[in-house]
């Protein structure tokens, strides 16, 4: 079962995974995903940082709990603040999303993959054949250009193109380097794209 990032919070899918409220393959299917979504490891490295300190607070005897009492209320609103504005300030897909999805290409001479992406497109998605004999069970995707990151993503089933899903507001237009390596670090190839948003 694969999980997109909409399904994600439509199920509150970093929440129930925390509190371990998930069947096994959807865990496993949730792991995957937030594996590569810096979003959803960012939700949930949140829910996890206000769980230790939780814990910790747990353990003070009660006049230090007194102290700590402003500071445990403040991050409680922070939460509640964060989990409103993924609910209400934020876009949601309430059913299909429209997303485009660019195929990039080895090329050798000329120009570089053009990607041009609708100002109505959030997300959009570059895809590439795997044609190197190399199959490790992930990858690490580095793109650098005017915007850089580095992300790791489970290896697609045999047969299958290598997607990598972007969210237009992290990135800004300009020619990218997006390097593809096996979890070693040996790159196994390079493709360039022009991005215009």
Not at 2 to 24: I, P
Not at 38 to 48: I, K, Q, V, Y
Not at 154 to 160: L, Y
């Amino acid at each position: 079962m694969l999980m997109d990032h909409e399904h994600a919070e439509r199920v509150h899918a970093a929440e129930r995974f925390e509190l371990r409220d998930m069947s096994a393959d959807e865990a496993e299917a949730f792991e995957l995903h937030f594996f590569a979504c810096p979003l959803c490891a960012a939700e949930l490295e949140t829910l996890r940082s206000l769980a230790v300190n939780c814990r910790a607070l747990e353990g003070l005897k009660p006049a230090a709990r007194l102290r700590w009492w402003p500071v445990a209320t403040a991050a409680g609103w922070v939460v509640a603040a964060l989990l409103g504005w993924q609910q209400f300030a934020r876009p949601t897909a309430g059913g299909p999303e429209a997303m485009a999805s660019y195929a990039l290409r080895t090329v050798s001479r000329g120009e570089p993959n053009a990607v041009s992406v609708p100002p109505s497109m959030r997300r959009f998605a570059l895809y590439f054949d795997l044609v190197w004999d190399a199959r490790p069970a992930s990858y690490q995707i580095r793109i650098d250009g005017p915007s850089r990151s580095t992300l790791s993503v489970p290896a697609p089933a045999a047969g299958q193109p290598l997607f990598v899903l972007l969210d237009r507001a992290s990135l800004t237009s300009g020619l990218y380097k997006l390097t593809i390596s096996d979890s070693d670090g040996t790159a196994l190839a390079d493709l360039t794209f022009d991005l215009q948003l």
